[in-house]
Structures are given as structure tokens and as C-alpha cells.
């Protein structure tokens, strides 16, 4: 059979491992009516943890329900776009545009009178407001309601956010069945907030919006999705080799797809042995530097990668202090970009106070581009946002 994982961006794995509760609420939300809070979210969490697929899968409960669906990528034109969508979407419901005509005549001596009628387009018809009022009023949309995403939510323009923020407002108002989500890393959403800090009405309607974080999986939960795999495909998958193969993912949705995806291709027999499962984690421990960790860190500031490359020479947690003194500054400045690294999904600070690196393999991807990513500690301070 084909290979069940798919460590792909945006591809939906067999089995979404760890995420029930969100899509629960999610659909609690939609059950529970116009305005229900649910229905406005952020989705936001580190490269990899599978914010797109979650965005797939809450489109798919919305269409259970017998919702309309849009999905979109927050790129130049996006209002246009979902304008476009929604109109496609009213005229699969039956509900075309009433035809307007406009007539005129003129008469001339030898030939009587001429009359000739134009149709013209129809009403307003780039307007996202109204084109999701005339489906939401569509007779076949009683039961139902639209849900919009929008992925890579950093890369929306300021006047189509303040635009797509306005009109979602007044439909809620309106108690129209009407859902928004939206994805984005986190420090991408945080800067968003801020930027539209100016334009209150805005931001504070985004402020209401839920905060679905999404972090790592328990790796018990990993395993056994592992293990239903195999039992799904007739393939015998050890327990033991499951649950280690589980380690090596530390819970991270991408870097699960990765050494499941590589660990069933090593061997199309009949077992998956633990010389199949050594090969597929060692490959996934290669991918996951280029495919998520290089991304990530284009992210970031000098200074942000200069703290993680000091982090990188402990072998397990480490102090602010020992950081200090690797980067030749105090604490406090390290404090700093703390809070930033942590917004960012990189790092987590422990209940003791020392740093840990949130996302596999970053330390030892870290420590072999040492010095492509520190930087000279002696030049000016960066100043943090």
C-alpha cells in the first residue's frame, strides 16, 4: 500500500494524533450558534505542529454540518478573492444574480422607433458583506453557515485584516452563522495584534478572538498511533520499536510524519524491525533541519539566534545566567529575547526557570551551523521590540 504519512506542509496525516479536544470545541462551537466564541480564533503554534492541517480538519467538520467552506492564504487580494468564493458559492446554492436590464429607444423618420435592451452586471459586486448576506440567506443554507480561514495570517495587508475584521464584526452582530479562523506563528500573530493596536475597533475585536495553541503530543499518544497504523495496513509494527520510535519524535507533529514516513519505506515487508526504525530516525533527524528548523530560524533576529546557539553547549535545560555569559551581556538582556524565543514556539521555560528547546533536534541542528547563525556578540546591542 501507499505510505500512510505524509510529511508534506498542509498534508493531512492518517491519523491526527492528540488533537481531539480542539477539534471538539471546535465543533461544540459551531453547534452552539451565532456568536458562540469558538467561532473567531487564532490557530497558532511553532513550524511543524500542524496549524494547516488543523485549519483542513476544522474545514471538514464544517462541511459535516453542512457548511459552506473557504480556504485562503492571507496574500495580496485576499478580500477580492473570498468576495469571488462566496459569490461561486451562492450560485452552487441555486441563488444567481436577478438579471438587470437597462432599455433605451430612439425614433427615426423613415424607420419608426428603435428599442434595444442591455444587461447590465450585477449590484455591488465586490462586496464581501453583502455577497455573504445573499448566501447566508440562500433557502438551501437554513441549517448551515460559512467558515473562511485564512493561513499564513502574517503575510495579510493591514487594510484587508481592518476590512476582513469590519465586516466579520457585523455579521456576528447580525447573528449570522458565520466562523473565522485564522493560522499564523505565534510572534506573527502577537505583531499583528500589535500593529493594529491603532485602530480600536479592530484590535479589539481580534483580541476577542480564541487563542488555539498548539504544542507537542504525548508521546504515549504517538505510539499508539504508530501501532493503529500498522494494524490498519496488516503490517506488523513491534511495540517496543513503536514506543522508540515515538521518543525520537518528541511529540512533534511534523517530526511524526517524518519518522513514520521514513520508517515504513526503509523495509515494504511484512514487520517493521529495529533496524528499519534506526534508519527512518536517523533520516527524519536530517529532514527536519531543512524542512522546518532552517525556516524557522530565518524568522528570528542576530541576537534571538546568537541565545539559541549559546543554549545549544548545555546538553539539557539551561540557566539564563550561563547564557549571559556566553553572549557577553546580563540577564536582563537575555530576559529579553526569553519572552521573544518563547512567543516563538522555539524554546519553553521550565517550572525551575531554565530554557529548553521546544521543536526535536534543534539543539544538535544548532550546534552543526554554530557558526553560520551566532553572531559577533562585541558589535551594537540590538534593540528588542
Not at 498542509?10 to 467561532?39: C, H, I, K, Q
Not at 497558532?44 to 467552506?69: F, N, S
Not at 513514520?260 to 534508519?279: F, L, M, P, V
Amino acid at each position: 500500500m501507499a505510505n500512510p504519512f505524509k510529511p508534506s506542509a498542509g498534508s493531512t496525516p492518517p491519523l491526527l494524533v492528540g488533537r481531539g479536544e480542539v477539534l471538539d470545541d471546535f465543533a461544540a462551537a459551531l453547534a452552539d450558534g451565532a456568536g458562540a466564541p469558538g467561532r473567531l480564533a487564532f490557530v497558532t503554534g511553532a513550524r511543524g505542529v500542524g496549524k494547516t492541517v488543523m485549519l483542513t480538519k476544522m474545514g471538514d467538520i464544517a462541511h459535516a454540518e453542512g457548511w459552506v467552506v473557504i480556504d485562503e492564504t492571507a496574500t495580496g487580494g485576499l478580500i477580492d478573492r473570498l468576495t469571488r468564493s462566496v459569490r461561486a458559492a451562492r450560485h452552487e446554492t441555486g441563488v444567481l444574480d436577478r438579471p438587470r436590464t437597462r432599455g433605451f429607444s430612439f425614433g427615426i423618420a423613415t424607420l419608426g422607433t428603435i428599442s434595444k435592451d442591455y444587461e447590465l452586471a450585477p449590484a455591488d459586486p465586490h462586496d464581501l458583506r453583502i455577497e455573504i448576506g445573499r448566501l447566508l440567506d440562500s433557502p438551501i443554507m437554513a441549517d448551515g453557515g460559512l467558515l473562511i480561514t485564512v493561513d499564513e495570517i502574517h503575510t495579510i495587508d493591514t487594510d484587508e485584516l481592518e476590512q476582513l475584521a469590519a465586516i466579520t464584526q457585523h455579521l456576528i452582530r447580525e447573528d449570522r452563522n458565520i466562523a473565522l479562523v485564522m493560522a499564523g506563528i505565534p510572534q506573527a500573530v502577537d505583531q499583528l495584534l500589535a500593529d493594529n493596536a491603532q485602530r480600536p475597533r479592530v484590535s479589539t475585536f481580534l483580541r476577542r478572538a480564541e487563542m488555539v495553541v498548539l504544542g507537542k503530543v504525548d508521546e504515549a499518544d504517538v505510539a499508539d498511533s504508530f501501532l493503529q497504523t500498522a494494524r490498519d495496513a496488516d503490517r506488523a509494527w513491534p511495540a517496543e520499536i513503536a514506543r522508540e520510535c515515538a521518543t525520537a519524535t518528541g511529540g512533534y507533529p511534523f517530526m511524526i510524519q517524518l519518522v513514520g514516513y521514513h520508517t515504513w519505506r526503509t523495509e515494504q515487508g511484512t514487520e517493521i524491525t529495529n533496524e528499519h526504525a534506526q534508519r527512518g530516525i536517523a533520516v527524519a533527524r536530517r529532514k527536519i533541519g531543512q524542512l522546518v528548523h532552517a525556516p524557522a530560524l530565518q524568522d528570528l533576529s542576530d541576537v534571538d539566534k546568537t541565545i539559541l546557539v549559546a543554549m545549544a553547549q548545555d546538553d539539557g535545560p539551561s540557566r539564563s545566567s550561563d547564557i549571559a555569559q556566553r553572549i557577553g551581556k546580563n540577564t536582563s538582556y537575555v530576559s529579553v529575547y526569553k519572552g521573544r524565543l518563547e512567543r516563538s514556539g522555539l524554546i519553553e521555560v521550565l517550572p525551575n526557570g531554565t530554557l529548553s528547546f521546544s521543536t526535536p533536534e534543534l539543539r544538535e541542528y544548532l550546534r552543526e551551523h554554530a557558526a553560520h547563525y551566532a553572531m559577533a556578540t562585541t558589535g551594537p546591542d540590538e534593540v528588542a521590540p
